[in-house]
């Protein structure tokens, strides 16, 4: 994981603290608690200051277009106190200066602005990049007093100190640490002998400027244990690693780089992707990252929500089941309604019973009467109870086949889920679960979808991974004479082949490459034997008021995949 250390803070300031002096401040947002966005311009250019200090992924940058797009940032319609706070203080604002207290991590702008009476006042916006203890703080340069913060801090959370408007502003408890540079190897030496800590914390927890992660990198690079006890370091390896740590923190200018997963951070050697600049790392490395989590925490949430209607739905469906089966019954009342009615003549009011042939079995049927009812009476209660079951019955029919639609609706949903890592994608499974919101035509987006597009055999072939991309291959892309492929009874994606202008038929082993495909994109990838369905496009349709996704065919033809 990549660390905010006091090194990193330092190399980001120093890269573009120029930018900083004289620069306007043209716009604040605070999309969330814990972001807030400073739009700066200097020279001829604007930049966006993302400050995050949520405990995760706590960082400063200047974000790119791309970038802010991966953080999935939504601003309010109604912004928060503290961005009304920065506003009224910070907008129109010139940056005077900036500044990075020593072995801190922490960038101070020194800002010049008037108050309501036209007189110049000068303030300071504090960004701590401290962990859990991240904050943004906003005071009063002549007195030092908070004029408000992110987040207050108060005496239940922190004796040492409060944090809240009308305090005075003072800096973090300084910290029980060394400067390497201003260290003698002798007393290094004799510092690691007599610490039983894992090397690499041992290092942490007496320098400044050394994170857990950078010792780790420098240790490793020499040949190292970065785990073994510090008392247990020769002195050969003890003296490479003085020198080491020296000419790395004496550098003006380090080599930044991420692996190709963005999972492992280098101060020291350069990876997969070089990074000659510290802000374009910090927003690089923060952004995916921050998409990794809000992808994973939409697909979590959308999948215990989807589990738990299918598993409700399918509740509901036995219960309409156990209506459906009421039906012979139903039946039964019909048939001693019929004999009744047909046996009237042999029946005397008052009798509590009768025993009467069954026309279709051949059999005798015995069929209880209402004492206080004629014959006919009660073969019209029989036939009142048959009427009542059947009704409901056709009833209960009707929405066995809406819950069966709708279970097959979520599970396909879910399907799409488990299979995309698109926070755009997951958006619009997401925006299916959600009641329609109708736009005006000026306000409807431009429907831009990512749609995986394969070629096999020459055949351009397009691939929906969920209902809205299906919908818009059937309406926008496909045309009557393509060939669509699904798997039978199965969630799964719509399999679009194009045909070409100049008529190719597609052979064999190209049908087969196919359906193999439409098998790898549904719930039964793993399964042996699916069959696979195929037909023209002009041979699907979609009925009115149905799920969106979902289709009718005809003349299809079924082939089985292994």
């Known amino acids: 994981m990549l660390n905010i250390d006091s090194l990193l803070v330092e190399d980001f300031y120093n890269e573009n603290k120029d930018f900083f002096v004289n620069?306007?401040?043209?716009?604040?947002?605070?999309?969330?608690?814990?972001?807030?966005?400073?739009?700066?311009?200097?020279?001829?250019?604007?930049?966006?200051?993302?400050?995050?200090?949520?405990?995760?992924?706590?960082?400063?940058?200047?974000?790119?277009?791309?970038?802010?797009?991966?953080?999935?940032?939504?601003?309010?319609?109604?912004?928060?106190?503290?961005?009304?706070?920065?506003?009224?203080?910070?907008?129109?604002?010139?940056?005077?200066?900036?500044?990075?207290?020593?072995?801190?991590?922490?960038?101070?702008?020194?800002?010049?602005?008037?108050?309501?009476?036209?007189?110049?006042?000068?303030?300071?916006?504090s960004i701590e990049l401290m962990g859990k203890h991240s904050n943004i703080i906003l005071y009063n340069t002549d007195n030092n007093i908070i004029l408000g913060c992110a987040h207050n801090v108060g005496a239940e959370k922190s004796k040492e100190r409060e944090l809240s408007g009308g305090l005075p502003y003072i800096y973090p408890p300084k910290q029980d640490k060394k400067n390497l540079l201003m260290t003698r190897s002798d007393y290094f030496l004799s510092y690691l002998k007599k610490s039983a800590l894992p090397l690499k914390k041992a290092l942490a927890d007496r320098y400044f400027c050394l994170s857990q992660a950078v010792c780790e990198d420098i240790c490793s690079l020499h040949g190292i244990d970065p785990l073994q006890s510090a008392s247990n370091l020769d002195e050969n390896s003890t003296?490479?690693?003085?020198?080491?740590?020296?000419?790395?923190?004496?550098?003006?200018?380090?080599?930044?780089?991420?692996?190709?997963?963005?999972?492992?951070?280098?101060?020291?050697?350069?990876?997969?992707?070089?990074?000659?600049?510290?802000?374009?790392?910090?927003?690089?490395?923060?952004a995916y990252n921050t998409e990794k989590s809000l992808v994973s925490a939409l697909k979590s949430s959308l999948k215990t929500r989807l589990l738990k209607d299918i598993k409700r739905y399918e509740n509901t469906l036995a219960n309409q089941q156990k209506q459906l089966d009421k039906k012979d019954k139903a039946l039964d009342y019909m048939k001693k309604g019929s004999l009744l009615t047909a046996n009237a003549y042999k029946i005397k009011k008052g009798e509590k019973s009768v025993t009467l042939e069954d026309y279709e079995t051949g059999g005798s049927l015995q069929i209880q009467l209402d004492e206080n009812l004629s014959p006919i009476?009660?073969?019209?209660?029989?036939?009142?109870?048959?009427?009542?079951?059947?009704?409901?019955?056709?009833?209960?029919?009707?929405?066995?086949?809406?819950?069966?639609?709708?279970?097959?609706?979520?599970?396909?949903?879910?399907?799409?889920?488990?299979?995309?890592?698109?926070?755009?994608?997951?958006?619009?499974?997401?925006?299916?679960?959600?009641?329609?919101?109708?736009?005006?035509?000026?306000?409807?987006?431009?429907?831009?979808?990512?749609?995986?597009?394969?070629?096999?055999?020459?055949?351009?072939?397009?691939?929906?991974?969920?209902?809205?991309?299906?919908?818009?291959?059937?309406?926008?892309?496909?045309?009557?004479?393509?060939?669509?492929?699904?798997?039978?009874?199965?969630?799964?994606?719509?399999?679009?082949?194009?045909?070409?202008?100049?008529?190719?038929?597609?052979?064999?082993?190209?049908?087969?490459?196919?359906?193999?495909?439409?098998?790898?994109?549904?719930?039964?990838?793993?399964?042996?034997?699916?069959?696979?369905?195929?037909?023209?496009?002009?041979?699907?349709?979609?009925?009115?008021?149905?799920?969106?996704?979902?289709?009718v065919y005809k003349n299809e033809t079924e082939i089985v995949v292994d």
């Open 23 to 125: 620069a306007r401040i043209q716009k604040i947002q605070q999309p969330t608690r814990r972001e807030v966005i400073l739009l700066l311009r200097n020279n001829a250019e604007s930049k966006k200051l993302y400050i995050n200090i949520n405990p995760e992924f706590y960082h400063l940058c200047f974000m790119s277009k791309e970038n802010e797009q991966k953080r999935d940032i939504q601003i309010p319609k109604h912004p928060p106190m503290f961005c009304m706070l920065l506003r009224k203080h910070l907008e129109g604002a010139r940056i005077l200066s900036v500044h990075k207290p020593d072995f801190e991590r922490i960038i101070e702008l020194n800002i010049e602005n008037y108050n309501e009476l036209g007189d110049k006042i000068e303030e300071c916006l």
């Open 239 to 286: 003296k490479i690693l003085f020198v080491a740590l020296h000419e790395f923190l004496a550098q003006q200018k380090r080599n930044y780089s991420l692996a190709a997963d963005f999972s492992k951070y280098s101060c020291v050697n350069s990876l997969d992707l070089p990074y000659d600049s510290v802000n374009e790392l910090i927003d690089d490395y923060f």
């Open 377 to 551: 009476e009660n073969a019209q209660r029989y036939f009142k109870l048959y009427n009542k079951i059947k009704r409901a019955c056709d009833i209960a029919q009707k929405m066995a086949q809406e819950t069966g639609g709708q279970i097959l609706f979520n599970k396909q949903l879910l399907y799409d889920v488990e299979n995309t890592d698109s926070l755009e994608e997951l958006k619009e499974i997401s925006a299916e679960l959600e009641p329609e919101i109708k736009q005006s035509p000026s306000k409807k987006k431009e429907l831009k979808l990512n749609i995986t597009k394969l070629d096999i055999d020459g055949f351009c072939v397009y691939i929906g991974k969920n209902n809205k991309q299906n919908d818009y291959l059937y309406s926008k892309i496909s045309s009557p004479e393509d060939v669509w492929f699904h798997t039978l009874n199965t969630p799964g994606s719509h399999v679009i082949v194009k045909t070409p202008e100049v008529k190719r038929e597609l052979k064999d082993e190209t049908v087969l490459k196919i359906a193999k495909l439409a098998k790898e994109y549904s719930t039964a990838k793993n399964s042996t034997k699916i069959p696979v369905v195929y037909t023209l496009r002009k041979y699907i349709k979609r009925p009115n008021n149905t799920k969106s996704g979902f289709v």
